[in-house]
Structures are given as structure tokens and as C-alpha cells.
């Protein structure tokens, strides 16, 4: 079974719209992180935000805010107001394990949402 | 800080040869990562390093080769490249203690062409 699955290969939203994308994730860990980057056409991956499993809130960080369902096994990216800089690739990622285990660190990613905003 | 740099950004190998892809950071990371990321996937750990002398497999080792012998320095060595090693290689670095997490924070890349 895939660990990652983002089922939404590419999406259109209008500029000013909020957009979700989802990513779902399978594991038997109880303890891991969901990270989700952004791959603009340049190329680079950038960080956008981190879930911990144990958060008791959901992760924000300025127009970027993730809707995790622990029971449902969901972690989907909302952006909000979204900009024609949002087009590019996201990818959804987990870490699988705490922290503090050498080896744990490695990251499982999905195959990605292409997402082109419309003006 | 220059956070993760990557050399070459491009490279064109013929089937056979061999290179190493150079992968520093700044940023006193412990642990760093290659990572190849093939057309329209994500990415696939190729091998990782906890710390300088250690390194282990990821998910799509073959072929390729390591090793950490700094904290800065984590450079990736292609012997006999062939076609499927075509891709573009993400070197990766983390365990940022400001933060709080263990995010990774990725170079720019190397894309790699083998004909």
C-alpha cells in the first residue's frame, strides 16, 4: 500500500480562491510528522509547513494552514486568497517514527498536485 | 547562510562514466539526504547520513554510492551511469534545533541526463 497517496493530480482554482489539497497517509507508527513542499517550475523544494502527530492543533503558517484528521488519516493543505505565485507542484511527506530515532528521519513522499492558478 | 548548494546544476553523462554530484550545507545540519525525483513523481531516498562516517541505504540505492567524511560534505558518487539513472538528484540537510522539527530543507538540484 502506498504510505502517501495524493489522489488530485493537477487542479485549476481562480486567483482569490481558497484551495484544498489532499493527501492522505498510511501508517502504524504512532508517532510521526506530515510535511508538505512546494515545487515551483524552477525546481526547488520549498518547505511550506509540519504536522506532528501528537499536535493538538492544526499547523499554520500565514495563508497555509493544514486540515489534519488523525482518525481519518488525512492532511491536506488549505491555502487561502490563493496568488498566481501558488502554481506549482505540492508534495505531501512523512516521517515515519519520533524525532529523536536515528534513522527515523527519512521522508516518504506522494506523487504530487500540480495546481495552476487561473487570473 | 548559503543553506544547501548543489553542484553541477546540469550534467550530461554517456552510459559507462562515472561522476560524483557535490552536496554542501552551512547550516550544521547532522543529517543529510539524496534524493532522485524522476518525470511527473515525488521523490525517492536514494541514501542518507546521520552524522559524519555514517551513512545507510534509502529506498533506491543501486548504483549509486556515499560517503560523509564532514558535517558540511555529503557527496553522492554515480559508477557506471546508465539510462535509468536519468533525473534530477535533490541533496537534502535537518534537525534544525530553532525549529523544533525536523524539516528538511533541499538544495536546488542537479538534472542529470545519461545518453
Known amino acids: ?119 | 547562510n548559503a543553506g544547501v548548494t548543489q553542484t553541477p546544476k546540469f550534467r550530461i553523462l554517456k552510459i559507462g562514466q562515472s561522476m560524483t554530484l557535490q552536496c554542501a550545507q552551512d547550516m550544521n545540519h547532522n543529517y543529510m539526504y539524496w534524493y532522485r525525483q524522476d518525470p511527473g513523481m515525488g521523490l525517492k531516498l536514494i541514501y542518507y547520513s546521520v552524522g559524519a562516517g555514517i551513512t545507510d541505504k534509502g529506498e533506491v540505492p543501486n548504483g549509486y554510492n556515499v560517503s560523509r567524511s564532514t558535517t558540511e560534505d555529503f557527496p553522492l558518487r554515480l559508477e557506471l551511469a546508465a539510462p535509468s539513472q536519468t533525473s534530477v538528484y535533490f541533496c537534502a540537510s535537518s534537525y534544525s534545533k530553532d525549529r523544533g522539527t525536523d524539516t528538511q530543507y533541499f538544495g536546488p538540484g542537479t538534472r542529470l541526463t545519461v545518453l
Open chain 1, 1 to 119: 500500500a502506498q504510505k502517501i497517496t495524493q489522489t488530485q493530480p493537477g487542479m485549476f482554482v481562480q486567483e482569490k480562491e481558497a484551495v484544498t489539497l489532499d493527501c492522505t497517509y498510511d501508517t502504524s507508527d504512532p508517532s510521526y510528522g506530515l510535511f508538505w513542499y512546494k515545487q515551483p517550475s524552477s525546481g526547488e523544494m520549498i518547505f511550506l509547513i509540519y504536522q506532528g502527530s501528537y499536535d493538538q492543533q492544526n499547523a499554520t503558517e500565514g495563508r497555509y494552514s493544514l486540515n489534519f484528521q488523525k482518525a481519518r488519516k488525512s492532511a491536506n493543505l488549505v491555502i487561502s486568497a490563493s496568488q498566481l505565485g501558488d502554481s506549482a507542484m505540492y508534495f505531501c511527506a512523512m516521517r515515519e517514527g519520533p524525532i529523536s530515532n536515528f534513522g527515523n528521519e527519512k521522508l516518504t513522499f506522494g506523487t504530487g498536485t500540480r495546481l495552476t492558478i487561473i487570473p
